[in-house]
């Protein structure tokens, strides 16, 4: 059943959807024996989508569920604007994320120099507000690396379970899912998304989850998903959510 719901073909607007780069990422894929890869560009290169090559390039690659989806940025005051773009195409899955505090990219090494003189929990609070803020929004299927607020590994003095307690009960209420995003792993520090206690709140509340590699190169996809799965069952998990046209379908661990 091995899935790969978060992957960035375009990473940073380096490349394009040509059917040969997109090649890559469905090669690797299949290389690391996924049987559902999802493509999950960001919003911000939405005029660099191309669907038609995306389904030229998947056609070579029968063996693949390929998803079409995309990650959003979350900004309080977007809503409508975030909607419309949610709406103008059939995705299969749609990814909310929160990358950015009141227009600063605190996951962004070059904006790094903003978090002097934070409060560590302060910020922590104040990124779960935003996040339970996209939940309710209901405009989301999937949240993006749950906990990305620790990307540096600053950590808050407060549990963070607590701390990201109203985000956690909204994910329940709103039927949205949380992936394990293993890239943190490669991140300074150096653990997935969510952190295991946060995953345990997850399972005990009945929140969903999917897995994801956030891979911005077709080396990443794919990459320590068999980790993912282990530390989901580690917690409990048996299965994992894949999308069709924004519709919810359970995956068993072991099939
Ligand atoms: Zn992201
Ligand atoms: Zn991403």
């Given at each position: 059943?091995?899935?790969?719901?978060?992957?960035?073909?375009?990473?940073?607007?380096?490349?394009?959807?040509?059917?040969?780069?997109?090649?890559?990422?469905?090669?690797?894929?299949?290389?690391?024996?996924?049987?559902?890869?999802?493509?999950?560009?960001?919003?911000?290169?939405?005029?660099?989508?191309?669907?038609?090559?995306?389904?030229?390039?998947?056609?070579?690659?029968?063996?693949?569920?390929?998803?079409?989806?995309?990650?959003?940025?979350?900004?309080?005051?977007?809503?409508?604007?975030?909607?419309?773009?949610?709406?103008?195409?059939?995705?299969?899955?749609?990814?909310?994320?929160?990358?950015?505090?009141?227009?600063?990219?605190?996951?962004?090494?070059?904006?790094?120099?903003?978090?002097?003189?934070?409060?560590?929990?302060?910020?922590?609070s104040r990124?779960y507000d935003y996040?339970a803020?996209?939940?309710?929004?209901?405009?989301?299927?999937?949240?993006?690396?749950?906990?990305?607020?620790?990307?540096?590994?600053?950590?808050?003095?407060?549990?963070?379970?607590?701390?990201?307690?109203?985000?956690?009960?909204?994910?329940?209420?709103?039927?949205?899912?949380?992936?394990?995003?293993?890239?943190?792993?490669?991140?300074?520090?150096?653990?997935?998304?969510?952190?295991?206690?946060?995953?345990?709140?997850?399972?005990?509340?009945?929140?969903?989850?999917?897995?994801?590699?956030?891979?911005?190169?077709?080396?990443?996809?794919?990459?320590?998903?068999?980790?993912?799965?282990?530390?989901?069952?580690?917690?409990?998990?048996?299965?994992?959510?894949?999308?069709?046209?924004?519709?919810?379908?359970?995956?068993?661990?072991?099939?």
């Open positions: 059943m091995p899935v790969d719901y978060h992957t960035h073909p375009l990473a940073h607007g380096e490349y394009a959807h040509s059917k040969e780069h997109l090649s890559l990422f469905f090669e690797q894929a299949r290389k690391m024996g996924l049987k559902e890869i999802g493509l999950a560009d960001h919003d911000r290169f939405r005029e660099d989508f191309c669907f038609e090559t995306i389904k030229e390039a998947a056609r070579s690659f029968p063996d693949l569920q390929v998803k079409v989806g995309i990650e959003v940025d979350y900004i309080p005051g977007k809503i409508e604007k975030i909607s419309q773009l949610v709406d103008e195409y059939p995705w299969d899955f749609v990814i909310g994320s929160v990358h950015f505090i009141d227009g600063w990219g605190f996951d962004n090494p070059d904006e790094i120099r903003g978090y002097e003189g934070k409060d560590p929990d302060e910020l922590y990124y996040l803020e996209a939940i309710q929004s209901k405009l989301f299927d999937i949240i993006g690396h749950f906990d990305l607020i620790k990307i540096f590994n600053l950590r808050p003095k407060e549990d963070p379970v607590k701390l990201a307690q109203k985000a956690l009960d909204a994910a329940f209420d709103a039927g949205v899912c949380v992936e394990i995003n293993t890239a943190g792993r490669y991140k300074p520090v150096g653990e997935m998304y969510p952190e295991k206690r946060l995953l345990q709140a997850c399972y005990e509340r009945g929140v969903p989850i999917t897995l994801s590699s956030d891979a911005h190169h077709p080396a990443h996809v794919g990459r320590d998903i068999d980790q993912a799965k282990a530390l989901a069952r580690r917690v409990g998990y048996h299965k994992a959510v894949r999308f069709s046209a924004r519709q919810k379908d359970y995956l068993s661990f072991s099939a």
